[in-house]
């Protein structure tokens, strides 16, 4: 399984790289406007925290620390699940599931390989670690093996719980086609604009509610305060514990959904966003 | 219904089976008044549409079978229930062996399917990165798809644009690499919705010939739905014809001919504006002195008729033979029920 696993990302890798030189101009105006896109959702943040040298708690460089964290998960998630598997939605309102059905492999597989465009999208994800390592450099945090494999693991779960998020709502599609064909920009929207808010300052319920139902702040916040020792290193367990929960919950409806789709069949077929 | 004899090249086994299987779908139905629409939102009026209605068949390995209907007459929700996109409200399915949809994946690694309107292919990528994608995904040993690949290419005529973007391609060529993209896995059941749809002539014929190579040479089993009567009489040997969810033939293409393809119009041109009254023929219209009559020529032979008709009286003679397709068309319009 792990041999296809790496079989199926070396060809996406291999046919990522193709498009790049078939296109170079295209590819580079891509690149290019994914990362101003994404720095300009962090540039705020950073303005006030350098302006006011720092916010609720945390240092200018933790902040940024923080905010090179989201930028990071932004970009593994552009790395690896584009062509709309992380807006999940659009593939199942559009009736583009069928495709999906018809490979002989199990729809997981699927969905965690055929996103896969480490050189198209790897621009944020470069850039995300570039402004960890700075922060880094730049704050009393010791750098070691321990950091540096925490900091994967998080990575990994925040990912999980963005993408776990996005199916959730992309869920709806299986029900509603049209009505949530694009419900998953909107949640991406969501994500965008809040991942890189810290709420040291916020309301308990609203933090709770942050963490919880709305987990835009298990993007970045709450995992970068850990790994940074703002709060207690337990709380990364507790992370991994409702990523995991979370993911396995969303996996349950998805599911439940997908039976839908093939018990009643998709009434609409689009082929926009398929394959290109 | 009928049932005729089955023809084509098959081995005795069956490759799929349908048994009383009925699929129906729930049909929102929506107000065109504010206050119906605001009725519509609490209390929706769902009507219940039988898309296949306790339909039974079965196809024997190496069959070609041609499925054919009017729209809506059940051809796709057929396919997509022996491809596993769709499971039966009640009834069952049975393709090599397997319940598609339960036994997805071991399935589809022996199944290739085509809609015609759909690709598989990658569209910003070159045709054989997709060949090559295909490979991976679907498991092809080296040997057997450099042999595979080779081969289609050759059959299917595609060596001028493999290196070509998909984007690029006509409709015919994309259909073509689309058929080769389902083949390369040596599928033992092949399923084509529409695989001719808005091609030329010259495409069609290309596929159509190619389709029957395979059958003979592979004894693969292809079922196939096509809106044209032509295309499907040319690969296929045995139809089954579908009205609103129910088989209405099934049976060779031959016997179905026979059925229907007795229908001429007869035209005569007499040196008379008056029509003459001829035995087996029914009188239609006339225009000046050309007169249209409907024969059944089966039943009464158009030299039998003529035999009685004074040679003096005859300026002309005409006789044309309706398209296959109309003649079903009328078939459908007069209620096949006539010749359960």
């Known amino acids: 399984m792990v041999r296809k696993i790496l079989s199926l990302w070396s060809i996406y890798a291999r046919m990522d790289l193709l498009w790049l030189l078939k296109d170079f101009n295209n590819f580079i105006l891509y690149v290019t406007t994914d990362i101003v896109i994404n720095f300009a959702s962090i540039t705020g943040i950073w303005l006030i925290a350098a302006r006011f040298n720092g916010i609720g708690g945390m240092s200018i460089y933790q902040l940024l620390f923080m905010l090179g964290y ?67 450099s730049r704050i009393d945090n010791p750098v070691n093996a321990a950091l540096i494999a925490t900091l994967a693991v998080c990575i990994v779960l925040s990912t999980a719980i963005s993408l776990a998020f996005s199916f959730l709502w992309g869920s709806l599609a299986f029900y509603s086609p049209v009505g949530a064909e694009e419900i998953c920009s909107s949640v991406d929207s969501f994500f965008t604009s809040l991942r890189s808010f810290p709420l040291n300052g916020v309301g308990t319920v609203s933090k709770y509610l942050m963490l919880s139902v709305l987990p835009v702040g298990l993007y970045a916040w709450y995992p970068a305060t850990a790994l940074m020792g703002l709060s207690s290193s337990g709380h990364i367990l507790l992370f991994a514990v409702i990523a995991l929960a979370y993911t396995g919950i969303v996996m349950m409806i998805f599911r439940k959904g997908l039976q839908h789709y093939v018990k009643n069949g998709a009434n609409r077929y689009n082929d926009r966003g398929h394959r290109r | 219904m009928l049932k005729m004899e089955r023809t084509g090249t098959t081995t005795g086994a069956t490759a799929v089976s349908l048994d009383a299987v009925t699929k129906i779908f729930g049909q929102k139905i929506r107000k065109s ?123 299917l005529d595609m060596a001028a644009f493999l290196n070509t973007h998909v984007r690029e391609l006509s409709l015919g060529q994309r259909m073509r690499a689309d058929l080769a993209m389902a083949l390369l896995h040596e599928p033992e059941l092949l399923l084509l919705d529409e695989p001719t749809i808005g091609m030329d002539v010259l495409a069609k014929r290309q596929i159509i010939g190619f389709l029957k190579e395979l059958n003979r040479k592979n004894k693969m089993t292809v079922i196939v739905t096509s809106h044209d009567m032509d295309d499907l009489m040319e690969i296929a040997g045995r139809i089954i014809l579908l009205d ?80 296959f397709e109309e003649q079903i068309a009328e078939l459908y319009r007069s209620n096949f029920g006539a010749i359960k």
């Open chain 2, 33 to 155: 008044t504010i206050m119906g629409s605001l009725k519509s939102m609490i209390r929706p009026t769902v009507v219940k549409v039988r898309a296949l209605d306790n339909i039974s068949f079965t196809v024997k390995l190496g069959e070609i079978l041609a499925y054919a209907g009017a729209n809506g007459a059940g051809k796709s929700t057929t396919i997509k229930l022996v491809s596993g996109l769709l499971s039966p409200d009640s009834g069952k399915v049975t393709a090599l062996a397997m319940d598609p949809v339960r036994n997805r994946v071991r399935y589809m690694q022996r199944t290739g399917v085509v809609f015609g309107q759909r690709t598989e292919l990658w569209w910003d990528q070159p045709v054989i990165t997709s060949f090559d994608w295909k490979k991976v995904v679907w498991n092809i040993k080296d040997e057997p798809y450099r042999r595979m690949r080779d081969e289609l290419i050759d059959l």
């Open chain 2, 244 to 323: 609103k969810g129910q088989i209405t033939y099934d049976g060779s293409f031959d016997r179905l001919r026979a059925l229907i393809g007795g229908q001429r119009t007869l035209i005569l041109t007499t040196k008379s504006i008056t029509p003459l009254e001829l035995d087996g023929a029914v009188y239609e219209k006339s225009e000046g002195n050309r007169h249209w009559y409907k024969v059944d020529a089966e039943k009464y032979p158009i030299a039998l008729i003529l035999h009685k008709v004074p040679a003096e009286a005859l300026t002309d003679v005409e006789s044309l033979r309706p398209p």
């Open chain 1, 70 to 136: 989201s930028l990071t998960v932004g970009g593994v998630i552009n790395s690896f699940f584009s062509f709309n598997v992380y807006f999940i939605s659009r593939k199942i309102g559009r009736g583009q599931m069928d495709h999906v059905l018809i490979m002989p492999q199990p729809v997981w597989m699927t969905l965690l390989t055929e996103g896969f465009t480490p050189v198209s999208g790897s621009g944020v994800l470069f850039s995300g670690l570039g402004v960890m390592a700075f922060a880094l």
